[in-house]
C-alpha cells in the first residue's frame, strides 16, 4: 500500500555541498567552545550540509547528562553565524520546538524514543502547524513500521511538506556488533510504501562503536539512502555522552572519503539493456517459483484434508525438524545463506499450517466449525 505523503523533493529544501549529504556534529552540545570548535573543522572538510547537535537529551536514567538545555540554541545561532552551515536539533515537546523556531534552527528532528509514543508526535505536530521548516522522523526504537509511518503521517498532516525519515536501527534483545541492530528490510519496506520519501542513515547509532560506522554507512548508499547524519567530535574521547560512537572531523572527512556512491539508474545504454535482460530471466524464474508454491500449497490442502478425515494432527514436529534440516543442507550446497533459507522455509511452513487450519475449523458442509460455549 502506498503512502499519501504530500512532501517536497530533498533537493527542493536542501543542498548537499559534496555527495552524498551530510548531517554531522556531536552527540550533545557540551561547551560554546566545544560545539563552535567542532563546527569549524566540520565546515573545513566541505563535505556538511548541516550542523547537528544535542540539545535536549531523553536518557534512560534519571542523573544522566540530558543536554545542556536552551541555552546551547545561542551556542548554535553563533555556531551557523561563524560557519554558514544550516543547523539541526531533535525535539520531543512542543515547547522544544518553539524554542528551536525562536533560535532560528533550520532543520527538526524527532527522536526514536518520541516516535515511539504517538501522543508525544501529535504534540510535536501540533506545535508546527502553519510552519515551514524541514522535520526528518527517526524509526522507533522498536521494530514497528506502522508507528514510524504514523508518525510520518502525524508530521505531515501538520502541514510539514519538507519531510525525510531517518533510519538509526532497532533494539533487540540479541546482542550483536551493533547497538541497535539495522534490520534493513524495515527501512526497505518503508522506502517501497513511500517511494519519494527520503531516507537519511544514521551509522553512528546502529554501530555504536565508530570503527563500524564505515561499512553501515556504505551499505545504506547501497540501497540508495539519500544522506547520512554521523556523529563528530572535536576530541570524542572526553565527550559527555556516546563517546564510542564520535569521530573527529578529520575522520570523518577520510570516511567519507572512501565511501563508493552508486546511482540507482545510469544512462548508459549497454548497461541498461543488460539489466534488462537480466531481471528478465528473474521476473521469468519468479514466475516460475510462484508457479510452483501453488502447485504445492494445492497439495497440502490434500494433506489438510486427509489429515482430517484421518484424526492426525496438523503439527508434526518431527516431519518439520525433517524438511528444516534436510532443505537446509540442500539450499546451503547451492550456495544459499542459512539464514535466508530458514525464514523462506518459515514462511511457507507458516502458510501450509495456516491452510490446514482452515480445513480442519470447516464443517462437513464447507463453512467455518462454530465454537460452542458449552463442554460435554
Known amino acids: 500500500m502506498k503512502l499519501d505523503l504530500k512532501i517536497q523533493p530533498l533537493s527542493s529544501w536542501i543542498t548537499t555541498k559534496k555527495e552524498p549529504l551530510l548531517i554531522a556534529g556531536p552527540c550533545s552540545a557540551e561547551t560554546e567552545e566545544q560545539l563552535v570548535a567542532t563546527a569549524h573543522l566540520l565546515a573545513k572538510t566541505g563535505r556538511v550540509t548541516a550542523l547537528r547537535a544535542g540539545i535536549w537529551k531523553p536518557r534512560t536514567r534519571p542523573g544522566e547528562f540530558e543536554g545542556i538545555g536552551s541555552i546551547g540554541l545561542e551556542w548554535l545561532k553563533r555556531a551557523k553565524a561563524e560557519t554558514g552551515l544550516p543547523t539541526a536539533v531533535e525535539v520531543a515537546t512542543g515547547k522544544h520546538v518553539e524554542e528551536a523556531l525562536k533560535a532560528g534552527v533550520d532543520i ?7 516516535t515511539v509514543n504517538p501522543f508525544t508526535v501529535q504534540e510535536i505536530a501540533d506545535a508546527l502547524k502553519g510552519v515551514d521548516i524541514p522535520v526528518m522522523v527517526k524509526n522507533p526504537v522498536n521494530p514497528d513500521l506502522s508507528l514510524w509511518i504514523g508518525a ?13 525519515a531517518i533510519h538509526r536501527g532497532f533494539s533487540s534483545f540479541e546482542k550483536t556488533a551493533f547497538r541497535n541492530e539495522p534490520m534493513w528490510d524495515l527501512a526497505i519496506n518503508l522506502k517501497t510504501h513511500a517511494p519519494e520519501l527520503p531516507i537519511i542513515n544514521d551509522p553512528s547509532h546502529i554501530s555504536g562503536n565508530r570503527d ?3 561499512y553501515v554507512a556504505q551499505k545504506a548508499l547501497d540501497l540508495d539512502m539519500q544522506g547520512l547524519m554521523i556523529e563528530s567530535h572535536i576530541d570524542p ?5 556516546d563517546a564510542k560512537q564520535q569521530v573527529t572531523p578529520s575522520a570523518l572527512n577520510d570516511l567519507m572519503e572512501r565511501l563508493t556512491l552508486r546511482k540507482p539508474e545510469v544512462a548508459n545504454t549497454e548497461i541498461k539493456d543488460k539489466l534488462a535482460e537480466l531481471r ?5 524464474i519468479d514466475d ?5 508454491m ?17 484424526g492426525i494432527t496438523i503439527l508434526q514436529v518431527n516431519r518439520w525438524d525433517e524438511i528444516l534440516q534436510n532443505r537446509t543442507n540442500y539450499a546451503k550446497a547451492l550456495g544459499l545463506g542459512t539464514d535466508f533459507t530458514e525464514k523462506l522455509l518459515e514462511l511457507i511452513h507458516a502458510e501450509s499450517i495456516r ?8 464443517s462437513q458442509g464447507g463453512a467455518p466449525v462454530k465454537e460452542s460455549l458449552t463442554h460435554a
Do not use: C, H, P
Open 288 to 292: 516460475l517459483v510462484i508457479q510452483k
Open 355 to 362: 491452510k490446514q487450519t482452515e480445513i480442519m475449523n470447516k
Open 237 to 241: 574521547s572526553v565527550a559527555w555522552t
Open 212 to 214: 563500524l560506522i564505515s
Open 280 to 284: 528478465s530471466k528473474i521476473d521469468k
Open 108 to 114: 527538526f528532528w524527532v527522536g526514536a524514543r518520541s
Open 294 to 310: 501453488a502447485e504445492r500449497m494445492q497439495i497440502v490442502e490434500q494433506i489438510g484434508n486427509y489429515k482430517k478425515e484421518n
Open 152 to 164: 510520518l503521517e502525524r508530521i505531515n498532516n501538520a502541514g510539514i511538506t519538507k519531510l525525510a
